[in-house]
T-cell receptor, first 112, second 116 residues
Framework: KNQVEQSPQSLIILEGKNCTLQ??????????LRWYKQDTGRGPVSLTI?????NTKSNGRYTATLDADTKQSSLHITASQLSDSASYIC???????????FGAGTTVTVRA | GAVVSQHPSRVICKSGTSVKIECRSL??????MFWYRQFPKKSLMLMAT?????????EQGVEKDKFLINHASLTLSTLTVTSAHPEDSSFYIC????????????FGEGSWLTVV
């Protein structure tokens, strides 16, 4: 059973528009939650990492939120660019063994 | 930021042969490295956890004799796919953890393996 669920599976947006990706998790005990961007055929690149006490973190046009009570996170992309086309993966780490649980990713396609 | 390098980035090998993929942490010492396999449009699947100087810990369902992992130094781990078959064709990614307490993991660029 996947402990990290992402939605939507994929989405298409027009350049310049905003979008929000969702991540729900059941991983416990919780250590931190990360969002990665993975271009096709490349390794994942870290966008944000948030611990239990952090509610929001930004990295340029990427803003991640975390609600540790409801075990939900979101990644908001502002003013999307063509280069934002990629898969975005939510990864949750356990605090006892640091084992990572990966979501299946959301594929974002930005069109001109 | 920390860099993890994988080599080769792409490799084609014949069925029955073995192929080695290297994972190096370029500017930090990685006591633990991880190997993943990723199928198209799927998430990363952890294959094994590699600790420097000790045997790797394999995930359930991963054949340790098929996927040999060696973590000979604090900056290098290798994955050898032995007696490769076409179904082993996949994208293999490594990651390295910086230190024991600092929960920071960096991913390599990945290696495409095609077995013909």
């Amino acid at each position: 059973k996947n402990q990290v669920e992402q939605s939507p599976q994929s989405l298409i947006i027009l350049e310049g528009k905003n979008c929000t990706l969702q991540c729900n998790y059941t991983v416990s005990p919780f250590s931190n939650l990360r969002w990665y961007k993975q271009d096709t055929g490349r390794g994942p690149v870290s966008l944000t990492i948030m611990t239990f006490s952090e509610n929001t973190k930004s990295n340029g046009r990427y803003t991640a939120t975390l609600d540790a009570d409801t075990k939900q996170s979101s990644l908001h992309i502002t003013a999307s660019q063509l280069s934002d086309s990629a898969s975005y993966i939510c990864v949750v780490s356990r605090s006892n063994d640091y084992k990572l649980s990966f979501g299946a990713g959301t594929t974002v396609t930005v069109r001109a | 930021g920390a860099v993890v390098s994988q080599h080769p980035s792409r490799v084609i090998c014949k069925s029955g042969t073995s192929v080695k993929i290297e994972c190096r942490s370029l500017d930090f010492q990685a006591t633990t490295m991880f190997w993943y396999r990723q199928f198209p449009k799927k998430s990363l699947m952890l294959m094994a956890t590699s600790n420097e100087g000790s045997k790797a810990t394999y995930e359930q369902g991963v054949e340790k004799d098929k996927f040999l992992i060696n973590h000979a130094s604090l900056t290098l781990s290798t994955l050898t796919v032995t007696s490769a078959h076409p179904e082993d064709s996949s994208f293999y990614i490594c990651s390295a953890r910086m230190g024991e307490l600092e929960n920071t993991i960096y991913f390599g660029e990945g290696s495409w393996l095609t077995v013909v």
